[in-house]
């Protein structure tokens, strides 16, 4: 099992920065790779950006260019920096962990982004 803790959502304004990380526990050497995803209302949930246990990196068109998803210690903590925040980025953000078994999500954080 493993779980999965996030912070760092709020208020920002457009063309502002956030930081969000995601702190993972327990099983942790049995993850491949860790992500966001997040969802507006009245959206489908879509994946943000990936990291795999290898370091590779997968990024949604929308946000290629302005946010960039790193590590720290494996796969023990997953960040996701998120620069220039537009209106349509605020969201409801949510870390993802996989294994060979099943899918691990953490409660999700608000992202706003208002003037």
């Known amino acids: 099992q493993v779980q999965l803790v996030e912070s760092g959502g709020g208020l920002v304004q457009p063309g502002g920065s956030l930081r969000l990380s995601c702190a993972a526990s327990?099983?942790?050497?049995?993850?491949?790779?860790m992500g966001w995803f997040r969802q507006a209302p009245g959206k489908q949930r879509e994946l943000v950006a990936a990291?795999?246990?290898?370091?590779?990196?997968n990024y949604a068109d929308s946000v290629k260019g302005r946010f960039t998803i790193s590590r720290a210690n494996a796969m023990n903590t997953v960040y996701l920096q998120m620069n220039s925040l537009k209106p349509e980025d605020t969201a409801v953000y949510t870390c993802?962990?996989?294994?060979?078994?099943?899918?691990?999500w953490g409660q999700g954080t608000q992202v706003t982004v208002s003037s």
């Open positions: 993802n962990a996989e294994d060979l078994m099943k899918d691990y």
């Open positions: 327990g099983s942790i050497f049995s993850i491949n790779a």
């Open positions: 990291i795999t246990s290898g370091g590779r990196t």
